[in-house]
């Protein structure tokens, strides 16, 4: 046992998932009530394989030696399985291979043709391996709370094998190291997504909002595969890490350390071994929408509230511990790509920084439970795309510490409004039940944790990452407050303006000559445009959003709470007489959970290590982004803002709600014209029908009737000339054998007469 | 005599044996008189065949006429099993009898309606014992008669 490789471990952690999967495919209905048993073991063993890569990586990388100086060495171990597919010479540089490959040092290779070949292989390196540990260990406890919670469905072998699907999905997406491969399993989460959201597909609203997650997806994943030409065009590889060519050449990697080396100080983006000009903003901005459709990010966040159709569980490990995290994962991952151009940088903290807010916005007036959870989710990635497009490495790891302390308190979130869904009969609206906390205390207690952790009540882990990222952002807003840090990050920080006075000479001058496949004047302006985004005062915008959306999340969060948990006690007939606190096996992953939401953040806080941890992960080594590095000083005044930011919300929530029973659309009322504009979603999805569905509809109705007028039409006037001629010749049946018997003599005879024509003339 | 006048009368033979039975199975519906004058005018072909053989002074005429003979013979016994049947089935020989195998859209041809057989018993001709003379069956003219 002990003698287990890494790379065999690697290859286990995502196959245990899949034979689980196949397993309780086959057997599962043989194995009736126990037909969780080999899906919960496969993710067992994953997760367990995950926490002993964590520990390796983590061994490897070493201990955090305080402030990072200079950049940690990379840490990267790949496992090749097998060669999917090879096409020979399938890539010729251009003749100019500067432009194709501006900076690609090994001009010895760059000349040759390359095969197009895509070797599925795996990838270990800290970012991997902590997205791994959080994915494996979030869906063991999610898998052992469903169940209790999926125990009654007659589809129960059906939800364990697609949820160890998808977990199996999941761990190869992140652990794969090819962009086509990465893209095979981000349709392949999707799929998965889809088919749990449209779990009970008897039911029109869940077969709706199945549909409509996986059509918004598509938006996203469109970007993704054009994003995916683009590199393969510009790079001529789609590997992550270097490989070696047939003559024994290295073929550089997109994110391979070949590439990152020799990209140096990253200082000058156009010249520095990334594809550049347009298409590199283009590639990164393409890339941006995958993300965006995959973590419900503005505008294409109108899928994930409706996918709460789907059973609890699926909503708590995809729709917010997990799936929705690949697009930050994708950006993180892709991060030498993104702060190359600081235009496109800035375009994913807009993005962030917009959704977070008008999440939260319409998270305050929701009244279904698992819907004010839902649109905390999309606010809280926005949070984690906020502090992703500061390009410093604080940014990067804060959004991913982030994302694993959301990770905890979100799925226990969801667990707990799935324990009260259970419990109430169904029933998930907030007006119809209260003060659960004396009928279901660990339900009530686990979700206060929760809650505090989302809201950023101080020791929970929620304030330490949230704080991290509202530091993230005030760096770059107020860049002199904190210290000399921006002074050696020009290419990330004030791109432009200040680059010339930094830059020497022989890199400007560089810069002059490298954009020779470059942009068409308008495509340039676009990317400038972009660029000047990336200025203190947007940055100040930014930064005060998510300061305010800090106070409506903890505003909305502890409405719900106030709501659900206290006041007179308040049951639907729904539930019928035996209300009661759930079952252990679904109170002791809340626990666990709510233990996790309450230490994962100060320890990781305090010790800096998932921070040190990630740094050594190769596309966040190099130098742009570990220059940036900043001390994890607590900045007191910052803190005390958040704080008080959330005080503010979780008081006017106690004002409003606490210990009152409020039946009516109150908080809209009380909003006025705003409250019916949260209430309505910012009329997203009546935007999206009136631009979008309805215009296809009349399209396809259209198309429809020239397909039955037109074009079957037209095709019936083909049939119906050998019918016409058939008519014709049907009058010659007459059933008479001697017509037909004079018909041949006719036939000889005219033969007879013809011949005897042809041979006289 | 000469081979040409041979030739000449052997193919007028020939020519009027075809033209007989050319003549009868257009004019009769007697499925067997129909078969009858189809082997007519296959005999026609085959003196003309012969004719032109001795002619030539070439065997390949005559031995193609006796595989004539040879598959009109089997032909023979596979028509008469069809026209058999064909009486099983409808109680007579008339080939119209078989007309409503047309398309149906169109009209009977009726040139002389035929006397219903569903008023008459179905009697069968029978063969006498051998050697004995056989005894006139008052029904048979009747049967005969729609035959």
Known sequence: ?761 | MTPLPLLQNALTVGAILFALGLVGILTRRNLIVMFLSAELMLQGISVSLVAWSRFHGDWGGQILVIFVLTVAACEAALALVFVLQAFARTGRLDAAAWQSLRESSLSRVVDQELPSIDTLPQVWPTLSPAGVLPQADENEPLQREHV
Not at chain 1, 460 to 486: C, M, R, V, Y
């Open chain 1, 1 to 761: 046992m002990e003698n287990i490789s890494p790379s065999t471990l690697l290859m286990l952690v995502p196959l245990l998932p899949l034979a689980g999967a196949i397993l309780t495919l086959l057997f599962g209905k043989a194995l009736g009530s126990r037909a969780h048993l080999p899906a919960i073991a496969g993710i067992a063993g994953a997760a367990l394989g995950s926490l002993v890569l964590l520990v390796g990586t983590s061994l490897e990388v070493g201990v955090a030696a305080g402030v990072h100086a200079e950049p940690v060495r990379p840490v990267e171990m790949i496992t090749p399985l097998w060669q999917w597919a090879t096409v020979e010479n399938a890539y010729t540089p251009a003749a100019d291979t500067q432009a194709a490959i501006p900076g690609t040092p090994l001009s010895a290779t760059t000349h040759e043709a390359r095969p197009f070949s895509i070797t599925v292989a795996l990838r270990l390196d800290p970012l991997t391996a902590t997205m791994l540990a959080i994915i494996t260990c979030v869906g063991l406890l999610v898998a052992i709370y469903s169940i209790g919670y999926m125990h009654h469905d007659p589809g129960y072998p059906r939800f364990f094998s697609l949820f160890a699907l998808f977990v199996f999905s999941m761990t190869m997406l992140v652990a794969a190291s090819n962009f086509l491969i990465v893209y095979v399993f981000w349709e392949a989460v999707g799929a998965c997504s889809y088919l749990l959201i449209g779990f009970w597909f008897h039911k029109p609203e869940a077969a709706r909002a199945a549909k409509k997650a996986f059509l918004v997806n598509r938006i996203g994943d469109f970007g993704l595969a054009v994003a995916v030409f683009l590199l393969w065009m510009s790079y001529g590889t789609l590997d992550f890490h270097d490989t070696l060519s047939a003559n024994g050449t290295i073929v550089p990697g997109i994110l391979g350390q070949t590439r990152l080396a020799d990209a140096g100080g990253y200082q000058l983006s156009d010249a520095a071994g990334f594809a550049g000009g347009t298409i590199g903003t283009v590639i990164c901005l393409l890339l941006l929408l995958a993300a965006c459709g995959k973590s419900a990010q503005v505008p294409l966040h109108v899928w994930l509230p409706d996918a709460m159709e789907g059973p609890t569980p699926a909503s708590a490990l995809i729709h917010a511990a997990t799936m929705v995290t690949a697009g930050v994962y994708l950006v993180t991952r892709c991060a030498p790509l993104f702060v190359a151009y600081p235009g496109a940088l800035v375009m994913v903290s807009i993005v962030g920084a917009t959704t977070a807010m008008i999440a939260a916005l319409i998270a305050t007036v929701q009244n279904d439970l698992k819907r004010v959870l839902a649109y905390s989710t999309i606010s809280q990635l926005g949070y984690m795309f906020a502090s992703l497009g500061t390009g410093t490495l604080l940014g990067f790891t804060a959004a991913i510490f982030h994302l694993l302390t959301h990770a905890f308190f979100k799925a226990l979130l969801f667990l707990g409004a799935g324990s009260v869904m259970h419990s109430m009969g169904g029933v998930i609206d907030m007006r119809r039940f209260g003060g659960l906390r004396r009928v279901m205390p660990i339900t009530a207690a686990t979700f206060l944790c929760g809650a505090c952790a989302l809201a950023g009540v101080a020791p929970f882990a929620g304030f330490f990452s949230k704080d991290e990222i509202l530091a993230t952002l005030h760096s770059k807003a107020w860049p002199e407050a904190h210290g000399n840090h921006q002074q050696e990050s020009p290419a990330a920080g004030h791109a432009n303006t200040e680059m010339s006075r930094l830059m020497p000479t022989a890199l400007i001058s560089s810069a002059g000559t490298a954009p020779v496949g470059s942009p068409s004047g308008n495509a340039a302006s676009v990317k400038d445009g972009l660029n000047s985004l990336n200025r203190p005062d947007v940055w100040r915008v930014l930064f005060l959003m998510s300061l305010v959306t800090a106070g409506l999340t903890a505003f909305y969060t502890f409405r719900a709470v106030f709501m659900t948990f206290t006041g007179p006690v308040c049951v639907p007939e729904e539930a019928g007489h035996s209300v009661h606190e759930s079952p252990p096996v679904m109170t002791l992953p809340l626990v666990l959970l709510a233990a996790a939401s309450v230490v994962s953040g100060w320890v990781l806080w305090s010790t800096d290590w998932l921070a040190h941890f990630l740094s050594a992960t190769p596309s966040l080594t190099f130098a742009a982004v570990a220059q940036t590095a900043v001390a994890p000083v607590f900045h007191l005044n910052l803190a005390i803002q958040g704080t008080l930011a959330a005080a503010i919300g979780i008081v006017i929530a106690a004002i409003g709600h606490l210990g009152r029973r409020s039946d009516g659309p109150q908080m809209e009322r009380f909003l006025g014209p705003f409250g019916t504009l949260f209430a309505n979603q910012f009329w997203f999805d009546q935007l999206y029908s009136g631009l979008i569905i309805k215009p296809f509809m009349l399209l396809a109705t259209l198309a429809a009737i020239i397909d039955r007028s037109v074009i079957d039409g037209l095709v019936e006037c083909v049939a119906r000339v050998p019918l016409a001629i058939g008519g014709l010749l049907r009058q010659l049946q007459s059933g008479m054998l001697q017509r037909y018997a004079l018909a041949g003599v006719m036939g000889v005879l005219l033969m007879v007469l013809a011949l005897a024509w042809q041979l006289r003339s």
